[in-house]
């Protein structure tokens, strides 16, 4: 199925560093969600966006909807080693007459932070 | 924030065995819940979108009668993997989302499955 160009794939970063990943479509989305996964878990919800242009703060975490509804980015503010783990942008509600439901994942970043 | 729980978390059983996985919502009500598998190092790939009291919906190349769905209340929906393979070993996770519109998916822990 359609995927979206999440990037960068991977990361390696010091501690305390600042972080940003983002995420491109060809289509336009209703609804951009940010989640994590770590090993063996199923993602957890970080940040979900409704409304084009929307920029939404969770603790350390930034997420903005861009104007275009094609396209999102998280920023991550001084990293700390519990940051490690798998980001996964995700697309929710293409208006393409799919399900208003279905997740269009991106591929995914790997974080990983050296203390 | 919502609770989705998933069981068991992890199966190992033999060739041809059926292993049913539970998916369920614990403080909000799910007309809808998703099935995903993830292989390793890659994103999740749904397989079926599950209708509370109707017939799931299969994505392109997911085989119905291999992965039954039954989602029988607003809280509960089942994953049966039938007479499974060593092929079909592959970490499962379900999603599920409240009634509300636009409400986000939120994700249960997942089933580690293998298949000897």
């Known amino acids: 199925g359609q995927q979206l160009n999440q990037s960068p794939q991977s990361m390696f970063i010091q501690e305390g560093e600042d972080v940003s990943m983002n995420c491109t479509s060809s289509s336009i989305f209703n609804t951009w969600l940010w989640y994590k996964q770590d090993p063996g878990e199923g993602p957890v919800l970080l940040i979900a966006l409704y409304k084009a242009g929307e920029l939404t703060s969770n603790g350390r975490l930034t997420a903005q909807f861009g104007i275009t509804r094609k396209d999102s980015f998280l920023n991550i503010s001084a990293s700390i080693p519990s940051d490690v783990g798998i980001y996964f942008c995700a697309g929710q509600g293409d208006n393409s007459g799919g399900s208003n439901y279905k997740l269009t994942f991106g591929k995914g970043t790997l974080l990983t932070v050296n203390p | 924030g919502a609770v989705v729980s998933q069981h068991p978390s992890r199966v190992i059983c033999k060739s041809g065995t059926s292993v049913k996985i539970e998916c369920r919502s614990l403080d909000f009500q799910a007309t809808t819940m998703f099935w995903y598998r993830q292989f390793p190092k890659q994103s999740l790939m749904l397989m079926a979108t599950?209708?509370?009291?109707?017939?799931?919906?299969?994505e392109q190349g997911v085989e119905k009668d291999k992965f039954l769905i039954n989602h029988a209340s607003l809280t509960l929906s089942t994953l049966t993997v039938t007479s499974a393979h060593p092929e079909d070993s592959s970490f499962y996770i379900c999603s599920a989302s409240s009634t509300a519109p636009g409400q986000p998916q939120h994700f249960g822990d997942g089933t580690r499955l293998s298949i000897l």
């Open positions: 599950s209708n509370e009291g109707s017939k799931a919906t299969y």
